[in-house]
């Protein structure tokens, strides 16, 4: 990503990348358990959920900028809207009494599936374009 992304940008984007990581092992630590609710949902919810919608922003703004990476930017920024509907979604369905069937545990896996394509698509194209598939074989 070097030749793509400047350092301030390569880092910040890590950076927001890994806050999903860190809010998934927030939320498995402090499970819902009434002593650490508040965690649970203040930190590892936000981050887990939240954090991909800063960093698909950013990601997107900064590789827009690449005409070899443009449609992903381009991309990055429609998911970056797309996630922020489907958690929107997630948490209305987590409301008590908005649907007749309980489903915010099925739109919460929803939200996460949505996320980690996103890592697997760019995790994928990184590493077709560095040539790494090729040595693998």
């Known amino acids: 990503m070097r030749p793509v992304l400047k350092s301030g940008w390569r880092w910040s984007s890590a950076v927001l990348l890994a806050l999903h990581?860190?809010?998934?092992?927030?939320?498995?630590?402090?499970?819902?358990?009434?002593?650490?609710l508040a965690i649970h949902w203040m930190v590892g919810a936000t981050l887990a959920f939240f954090g991909p919608v800063v960093a698909f922003l950013i990601t997107g703004l900064a590789l827009r900028r690449d005409p070899l990476w443009r449609g992903w930017g381009i991309a990055l920024l429609a998911a970056s809207l797309g996630t922020l509907v489907l958690i929107a979604i997630m948490f209305w369905a987590f409301t008590p009494g908005t649907t007749p069937v309980r489903l915010g545990g099925l739109m919460e896996r929803v939200v996460m599936i949505e996320i980690e394509i996103w890592y697997v698509a760019l995790g994928w194209r990184i590493f077709v374009l560095t040539g790494l598939h090729q040595a693998a074989l």
Do not use: K, M
């Not at 860190?22 to 358990?33: I, M, P, S």
């Open 21 to 36: 990581g860190l809010g998934l092992a927030v939320a498995g630590l402090f499970t819902e358990a009434p002593s650490t």
